[in-house]
């Protein structure tokens, strides 16, 4: 019954390596979101995506892509890890019918980048 | 570029204190203002604002949005060790589409 899902929770891996981490969220919501947060706790928007079309792409290198197979899910993939990339990656979901701007997230997944 | 700025960025206080945690934004199409708390995973949510004088309350916590200062303040009384988290302020400029802005957040750490 967890309304945002994600996988794996730990990922630890070498430099130079591409990785992904999937969510997915079983609330019916029609946008779903990545967000980083650093080692200080800041959490900044990487990408949004309503019907699986791309809302939003903040400053982020071209090595991260989000991809959605469909409304439930949107993955991120990573390639070419570099040594900035260790964090942790939140996904989050909303929909616009619901209350303004609240989203829901999920337990994140902390990656480290040897 | 959207901003939201909070304050104190960190906060020790002891059991039984009542705090007041700040936050200020600088958004275009305002929308909403959302209070999260972050304790070891998630944010998890808290209160969302969207209009001015109206407090949202919810136990010991009680949040209020005043438009005209672009500001909000997030109160808690008769704190508990278990109130000690990391407390994240974040606008919402858009509709539901749009990512939202966070600040830096507050550490709160109540001792008992």
């Known amino acids: 019954d967890t309304a945002v899902s994600q996988t794996p929770k730990y990922l630890v891996t070498q430099m130079g390596n591409d990785k992904s981490i999937k969510c997915e969220q079983n609330l019916g919501h029609d946008t779903m979101y990545w967000y980083k947060q650093d080692s200080k706790k800041f959490l900044k928007i990487m990408f949004s995506?309503?019907?699986?079309?791309?809302?939003i792409n903040e400053t982020v290198p071209n090595r991260f892509s989000p991809k959605s197979p469909d409304k439930a899910h949107l993955n991120l993939h990573i390639n070419s890890l570099e040594l900035g990339d260790s964090a942790v990656y939140f996904c989050?979901?909303?929909?616009?019918?619901?209350?303004?701007?609240?989203?829901?997230f999920g337990p994140g997944t902390r990656l480290t980048v040897l | 570029e959207d901003k939201v700025v909070q304050s104190p960025l960190s906060l020790v206080v002891h059991e039984g204190d009542t705090v007041t945690l700040n936050c200020s934004y600088e958004v275009t199409n305002f929308r909403s203002l959302l209070w999260y708390k972050q304790e070891k995973k998630a944010p998890t949510f808290l209160f969302m604002l969207t209009s001015s004088g109206i407090e949202k309350k919810s136990g010991r916590l009680s949040s209020i949005l005043d438009k005209k200062e672009l500001s909000s303040i997030l109160n808690i009384t008769a704190t508990q060790t278990g109130d000690s988290a990391i407390y994240l302020c974040?606008?919402?400029?858009?509709?539901?589409?749009?990512?939202?802005?966070f600040g830096k957040g507050t550490h709160l750490i109540i001792q008992p």
């Open positions: 989050a979901s909303s929909t616009r019918t619901g209350p303004l701007g609240e989203q829901f």
């Open positions: 995506y309503n019907n699986k079309e791309l809302i």
């Open positions: 974040a606008s919402n400029s858009g509709g539901g589409a749009d990512g939202l802005t």
